[in-house]
T-cell receptor
Framework: DTAVSQTPKYLVTQMGNDKSIKCEQNLGHDTMYWYKQDSKKFLKIMFSYNNKELIINETVPNRFSPKSPDKAHLNLHINSLELGDSAVYFC??????????????FGEGSRLTVL | QQQVKQSPQSLIVQKGGISIINCAYE??????FPWYQQFPGKGPALLIAIRPDVSEKKEGRFTISFNKSAKQFSLHIMDSQPGDSATYFCAATETDSWGKLQFGAGTQVVVTP
């Protein structure tokens, strides 16, 4: 039973298109995240939501819009895709603030390729 | 700019050998230092973590050494096994940061049979 699941696993699209990635966690966690892993495998946080409220927005272009319909779901919509958006996007969750459990649970990632 | 510097970028070790990965940070507000392990096609998974009130933490074959004054910490993998072949990321954060981990650049470890 997958704890943090993302769909789709692979996305190939043209520049200028709009795409969405969905994420769901069944761990009962209060906080969810989007991290971006670039071609050099560098991981960087993009957004964090706690109980549907945006907590962290790391100077990500406005073309990226997260949405959290409830605390178990966090989706990422990307408008006007650019070549530089090609990356693996990871959804993650944690029980609450990292102080309590110290652990982020990551999904398997969604590989976005922009042509 | 990267707040956590990690080295080496890659290393090859023979089965049974010791793998050592080093990380350094500047921000003295960091108070939680996890290591994540990532296999190809998978998300990172927490391996082991340490807080700065201890200098060493061991879990099985994995040990973190922490030097607060030098602002450095390292991961030692003892008796390395082929199944340990993965990319390892050190990270650092402040406990009030809502899971905003600052990751190192990663080290690809290959354990040869």
């Amino acid at each position: 039973d997958t704890a943090v699941s993302q769909t789709p696993k692979y996305l190939v699209t043209q520049m200028g298109n709009d795409k969405s990635i969905k994420c769901e966690q069944n761990l009962g966690h209060d906080t969810m995240y989007w991290y971006k892993q670039d071609s050099k495998k560098f991981l960087k946080i993009m957004f964090s939501y706690n109980n549907k409220e945006l907590i962290i927005n790391e100077t990500v272009p406005n073309r990226f819009s997260p949405k959290s319909p409830d605390k178990a779901h966090l989706n990422l919509h990307i408008n006007s895709l650019e070549l530089g958006d090609s990356a693996v996007y990871f959804c993650a969750s944690s029980q609450d603030r990292i102080r309590y459990t110290g652990e982020l649970f990551f999904g398997e990632g969604s590989r976005l390729t922009v042509l | 700019q990267q707040q956590v510097k990690q080295s080496p970028q890659s290393l090859i070790v023979q089965k049974g050998g010791i793998s050592i990965i080093n990380c350094a940070y500047e921000n003295t507000a960091f108070d939680y230092f996890p290591w994540y392990q990532q296999f190809p096609g998978k998300g990172p998974a927490l391996l082991i973590a340490i807080r700065p009130d201890v200098s060493e933490k061991k879990e099985g074959r994995f040990t973190i050494s922490f030097n607060k004054s030098a602002k450095q910490f390292s991961l030692h993998i003892m008796d390395s096994q082929p199944g340990d072949s993965a990319t390892y990321f050190c990270a650092a954060t402040e406990t009030d940061s809502w899971g905003k981990l600052q990751f190192g650049a990663g080290t690809q470890v290959v354990v040869t049979p």
